[in-house]
């Protein structure tokens, strides 16, 4: 892919990252597509600038769009502290005066960012921005049910895709240098995880989905495998109609459009319902039986060969894994 460049920058357009378990999803990808719309409009001449908090384990971020990079890495952005953040980013904008700031309209923390960030600014946000047109921008509103348009603000907090991602050019990725700003005084303090039921997160918002098909033969080793991955189930419109599993399950276009970090289809061949449906979700583990079908064509991974046989191996390998690290965390405990 061609390398662009931008050797001196007329200005700025900064992104803040979710990056969810520190590397991009189709979400991030897509508000740095918009960012690049908006750094090359008009005479173009601007760079954008992606921010990323805590531990960054993605090594694509020039292809994603990003032309320079401030990684801002401490102990304290492993866990949940807007408060800091949106100090630093105060610090970033008064030094970079960028033309526009992104973040994503998520529940990944960037909808909860922007809207803090756009209370110490004084700025007016554009939420809910789902299309760039010149000099506007059209926003969901009413819960999604009707759009508005309004002037193209500053601050914008953009929903998933607002905009194709960059995929035809490679990019700088620069690093730029960043003074750590002063320790915020927070009132909010991160007490950790809490567990819960996986299928009692929506599946439209789960990260990740065990989703079987009609190539299951054993429904009590699928929920078995699902719930010691601790993944939310899902299924097929098939798997669905013959009565295997209910129907707030299925996923596709005639059921649930999901965006998992990870979604791992078994028995699922791929019809294109289906495919619709995972459209957005950012890896794909295919098993089947058919190396030809489409789901292994879509898959990031595939695994040919009968589900039970393994399913069965992928639940031994995380109960070994599983007693492998409750047997190091007692040895560390003496």
């Known amino acids: 892919m061609p390398l662009h460049q931008v050797v001196e920058p007329a200005f700025y357009i900064v992104v803040v990252l979710d990056l969810v378990s520190g590397r991009l999803n189709g979400h991030d990808k897509d508000t740095l597509g918009l960012a690049q719309q908006l750094a090359n409009r008009n005479n173009g001449g601007g760079a954008v600038v992606a921010i990323a908090f805590g531990e960054l384990k993605d090594d694509s971020l020039n292809k994603a769009g990003v032309d320079r990079l401030i990684h801002i890495n401490d102990e304290q952005y492993a866990h949940y502290n807007p408060e800091q953040r949106c100090n630093d980013l105060q610090g970033i904008i008064g030094e970079l005066e960028p033309q526009h700031i992104l973040l994503p309209d998520s529940i990944n923390g960037g909808g909860d960012l922007g809207r803090r960030l756009a209370a110490a ?144 289809a078994v028995g699922i061949s791929g019809a294109i319902q289906h495919m619709q449906g995972i459209g957005q979700c950012d890896k794909v583990v295919a098993i089947n039986t058919d190396e030809g079908c489409d789901m292994v064509k879509r898959a990031d991974i595939s695994a040919i060969g009968d589900s039970t046989e393994i399913l069965a191996r992928l639940v031994e390998l995380v109960e070994q894994r599983k007693q492998a690290k409750q047997t190091n965390n007692e040895g560390d405990d003496k």
């Open 121 to 264: 600014l004084q700025q007016r946000p554009a939420c809910g921005v789902w299309k760039l047109n010149d000099d506007t921008v059209i926003c969901r509103g009413s819960a999604g049910k009707r759009d508005i348009t309004r002037p193209l603000s500053k601050l914008l907090l953009v929903m998933e895709e607002c905009s194709e991602p960059i995929s035809e050019t490679r990019h700088e990725n620069i690093l730029m240098s960043q003074a750590s700003s002063p320790l915020a005084n927070g009132k909010l303090f991160d007490q950790g995880n809490i567990s819960v039921d996986p299928n009692a997160i929506p599946l439209a918002e789960a990260g990740f989905i065990l989703s079987g098909g009609n190539g299951i033969n054993d429904w009590e080793q699928f929920h078995h495998t699902a719930s010691v991955l601790g993944a939310t189930e899902g299924a097929s419109r098939v798997a669905v109609d013959d009565g295997n599993m209910p129907r707030e399950r299925q996923v596709g276009a005639t059921g649930t459009w999901v965006t998992a970090q990870v979604y791992i």
